[in-house]
């Protein structure tokens, strides 16, 4: 009869320690995983463009200039090359550094820096809405005839 009874019994333990395994198993997996990972998480580190010292980057100034006192941009946009009627050549390109920085290239030589483009935009906003309030619905940028 005791033959019986642990021929019963073996079947159930073995289902039970399967449950046990499938609900064990993947927590323990999951904190270890954590574990490893929390332990080497590092707080990323800025922008580049948050560590460069944009101050001394002046109006008139060569590109060659800007490379080696701020390196090259994070993204740089080709805004195209304008032929003037005396035959001029006139290339504008825009150095992007990070999400708000922008330095205006023409001719390889700084024409203008924006240190935080939101506050350009935020003057640009301001006279739209400026001329709205006065009643001006005319369009800001007048078709060339």
Not at 100 to 114: A, G, S
Request: with cysteine.
């Amino acid at each position: 009869m005791s033959e019986v009874l642990i021929a019963a019994t073996i079947p159930e333990m073995i289902r039970r320690t399967e449950l046990k395994i499938n609900l064990v198993l993947p927590a323990l997996l999951f904190f270890s995983l954590y574990s490893c990972h929390s332990s080497q998480v590092k707080t990323p580190a800025p922008p580049a463009s948050v560590q460069r010292d944009f101050s001394k980057v002046k109006t008139g100034m060569n590109f060659a200039d800007v490379l080696k006192l701020v390196g090259a941009p994070d993204e740089e946009v080709d805004r195209g090359t304008v032929l003037d009627k005396y035959g001029n050549q006139t290339r504008t390109t825009e150095w992007h550094y990070g999400d708000y920085t922008v330095i205006t290239i023409v001719n390889d030589t700084v024409n203008t820096i924006i240190l935080d483009t939101r506050n350009v935009d935020a003057r640009i906003q301001h006279i739209i809405d400026s001329a709205r309030m006065a009643g001006d619905s005319a369009p800001m940028v007048q078709p060339s005839n």
